[in-house]
């Protein structure tokens, strides 16, 4: 979920052979005969599902495709306007972005501790403890990109459980009560920089270092330094701006809601295709910080996760040559994502208990054989 994800990835890699193997005749030069394939993946996979996909491309020109299929009414869905997604852990590309960011402000270095952005926290002492030893000295902003830091999620493992404790609207919580809820659920993990481990604890402890580096909340720091400036009118931060009328998430087809302010700089974002687009392209071409981070971004610092992919200063690298993240919430899963051959693309599902790696590999593989 915003949960965790990485533990589908493997069972989805082998669907995603079996379906490519079988919808893919060949290379296609036309933009038109991609979609067509990209569309009948999407009809196929909503309809045995049960739920809602939208899908948009963009190719290098920067023409746009819109594909959507609801399978719960067997029916296309040729109209995007006003179909909000919750993009879920995709967020925490805009608070990596946020933090490198602040990194080129000379506000921050990636070798900076954890506790020297916080010397006085109280809530982290004694959270990284190993055989008695306690850890949270060591963890860095890098360790936390990363998740290389062994600190603790403040989600349950078990989607449904989690849905069932926290699976309520009204439900309000501040940042630091994440961090004590991490605190109390999990056991730390492992000593800092020796393994990977998803944990969006260390995206919250992100978002804090950025209200407290740049003197902003978080929402408004994200509007005015990623959201304005790519003219990303239809992407919300729900925690600080409420948008009313928005359809209903799914998980294992029951309605589900979830509390904003639980996912906060880990995941709370809802957004569009379209927008989602507009980030990704954004983020893979530099709009967002120089051209020399652009470039140490998309090649330095990952670290290996699971079934091949790669992680590093809050992004996936797959191994198709794309770039991107994937998020879930109690009623989502989404990805965004750019390919080493100019195609960007963007995945909706209306169902949390539906894996969005299975179409992004489809994808992702049919755009990676189109010509540049």
Known sequence: MVISYFGSIIRS???????TT????????????????????????????????????E??????????????LQIPVNEFSGEYIEIGSCTKMF???????????????????LTDIFPDEPILRGMLVIEGVDYIESVTVKNLLNHTSGIQDFFRANDSVEISVHGDSSLRFIPWDLVVLAKGLNKAEF???????????????????????????????????????LGMNNTFLPSSFSLPGRKDGHYSQKITVMPATLAW????????????????RGWYTGKLFSDKMCSEVRSLYFDNAPALYEFGLGVIQGPKNCFGHAGQTFGYQAYIGHTTNDYSFA??????????????????????AEEK
């Open 265 to 280: 700089s880990a995941g709370e974002i809802v957004s569009t295709p379209g927008d989602m687009n507009k980030f990704i």
């Open 13 to 19: 890699i082998l669907i995603i052979f079996l379906w």
């Open 22 to 57: 079988t919808i893919t005749t060949g290379i296609f030069s036309q933009v038109p005969e991609f979609s067509k394939e990209i569309e009948q993946a999407v009809q196929e996979y909503a309809t045995q599902n049960k739920c809602k996909i939208l899908v948009q491309v």
């Open 191 to 229: 000593i800092p920089g020796s393994q990977f481990k998803y944990s969006n604890t260390n995206y919250i402890l992100l978002g804090l270092m950025i209200e407290k580096l740049s003197g902003m909340k978080y929402a408004d720091y994200v509007q005015k330094n990623i959201l304005k400036p």
């Open 347 to 368: 995945i909706g599902i209306d169902d949390a208990s539906v894996s969005v790696f299975i179409l992004e590999g489809i994808v992702a593989n049919l755009l990676l």
């Open 95 to 113: 608070t990596a972005t946020s933090i490198l960011q602040l990194i080129e402000d000379g506000k921050l270095k990636l070798t900076d501790k």
């Open 59 to 72: 190719d290098p020109e920067g023409k746009s495709f819109d594909i959507g299929y609801n399978g719960r």
